[in-house]
């Protein structure tokens, strides 16, 4: 069954490095998204991403985060200067559609800051 | 703006019984849709089941199924004859219709299965 691919899936990093995440959605899906989650809280969006642009953000999702589909498999997402309040697990989704498609997580990453 | 609430922050179930998890969600959309989601302690997101808001029946797959009552605005998860691997964090999440992208979230519950 296809899956959604994420690498790492523990980054270690020091406060003020940019780290970028990667994923690999499931090949015939056509939205993408990220989302996180702290230790312990709800999982939170962050943006979605389609057709090479993001479609929604969320107030969380500000100039220090991008996202990008470099090529026609991976999805980043990158965090410029990370804080230690990013520290938290980052979860990539896709769904082969909008509205009410089901959106297929992956394993996540786990992003430690220090 | 939607909202989803789950009010059990921890259940306890024997094993080979039947368990329900709440959830209850607000919305003024009228096309929505409700999904289950289990979190092991691995970490890892996986979806279970999903309810339409306009689908007559209620949802199942498999020991999962979901309890969708329209007009209370609940969609609990019932999850018949427990397994020990069922011990779990498990969220339910709204997704709206109409262009909306975002998959809301609620707080979770964590099951545990008991020998």
């Known amino acids: 069954e296809p899956e959604v691919t994420q690498t790492p899936s523990h980054q270690v990093t020091q406060m003020g490095q940019e780290v970028i995440l990667r994923c690999v959605p499931i090949?015939?899906?056509?939205?993408f998204y990220w989302y996180r989650q702290i230790l312990g809280q709800k999982v939170e969006f962050l943006v979605s991403f389609y057709n090479n642009e993001i479609s929604e953000k969320s107030e969380i999702f500000d100039d220090q985060f991008s996202v990008e589909r470099p090529d026609g498999s991976n999805f980043t997402l990158k965090i410029r200067s990370t804080k230690l309040e990013d520290s938290a697990m980052y979860f990539c989704?896709?769904?082969?559609?909008?509205?009410?498609?089901?959106?297929?997580f992956g394993p996540g990453t786990r992003l430690t800051v220090l | 703006a939607q909202k989803i609430t789950q009010t059990q922050p921890g259940m306890f179930v024997q094993e080979k019984e039947a368990v329900t998890l709440d959830c209850t969600y607000d919305?003024?959309?009228?096309?929505?849709?409700l999904f289950w989601y289990k979190q092991p302690s691995s970490g890892e997101m996986i979806f279970l089941i999903y309810q339409g808001s306009y689908d007559q029946q209620n949802a199942t797959e498999g020991r999962y199924s979901l309890n969708f009552q329209k007009a209370r605005k609940s969609a609990n998860l019932v999850i018949s004859a427990s397994q020990l691997g069922d011990s779990a964090m498990y969220f339910c999440?709204?997704?709206?219709?109409?262009?909306?992208?975002?998959?809301?979230f609620g707080i979770g519950t964590k099951l545990q299965v008991i020998p």
């Open positions: 989704a896709s769904s082969a559609g909008q509205g009410t498609d089901t959106q297929y």
């Open positions: 999440a709204m997704r709206l219709s109409g262009g909306y992208q975002k998959v809301t």
């Open positions: 919305t003024s959309d009228p096309s929505y849709g």
């Open positions: 090949s015939n899906h056509l939205y």
